[in-house]
């Protein structure tokens, strides 16, 4: 056999067993977590997973803003019995100092779909779960239009109710992102302005009368 033949027969056997796609072993592979990413089952226990050499922690990375999240509320919630914070609150201000007329339009769309079934389509705490005390809700929704006590309520504390509930109001926090609850926040205290410079033209006209 000359060198030609011999080294053709090779050839022709590596090409054979190359294409065999019995693979009983998967070779080398340097740095295997790198190639293959570690199975994970969503409900099996990823308690202690450091414990057992997976650095997977399911969270974020710490400081980490979710979308729509990125407008500032520092303040935490207060202990059952304790008013501390629902009080701090009053000083933050609305980071939604305007909205366009589109944003307007959604803050509508937002307080209708989430607020109006208890506090109404006009604001004034009777919406059709309440309906002056006929309907299932047992509690007064407040009158965020026309009761001095809602239209003097700063709107970080309004924040702060809306976010973390009110005796019978629950939490919004999960429903609203906190984008969409400054811009409801700011919707309320626009009708509240509108809603009392309604009332003073009203008296102006009966006052000219
Ligand atoms: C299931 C009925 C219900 C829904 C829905 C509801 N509320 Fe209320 N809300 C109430 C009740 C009841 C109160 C009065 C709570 C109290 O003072 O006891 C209240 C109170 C409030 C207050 C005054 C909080 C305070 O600190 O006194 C604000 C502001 C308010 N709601 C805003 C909203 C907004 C904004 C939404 C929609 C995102 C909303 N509510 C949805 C029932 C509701």
Known sequence: MNKLSVF????????????????????????????????????????????????????PVSGTI??????????????????????????????????????TKEAERLYLVNCAICHGANLKGNGPLYKDGTGPYPAKPASLVGDAKYENMPAGQMFYSVAYGKNLMGSYASQLSRKQRWMVIKYIKDKQLEGKAAATAVADTTAMK
């Open 8 to 59: 053709l027969l090779l050839a022709a056997v590596s090409v054979l067993v190359a294409c065999s796609d019995v693979k009983r072993k998967p070779g080398t592979v340097y740095m295997p977590d790198m190639a293959y990413s570690r199975a994970y089952e969503s409900y099996s226990d990823h308690s202690n997973l450091t414990a057992k050499n997976i650095n997977y922690t399911a969270r």
């Open 66 to 103: 979710a979308r729509e999240e990125e407008l500032p509320f520092h303040i935490a919630k207060d202990a059952a019995g304790d008013t501390t914070n629902y009080t701090a609150a009053k000083a933050v201000m609305n980071p939604v100092e305007n909205m366009s007329p589109v944003e």
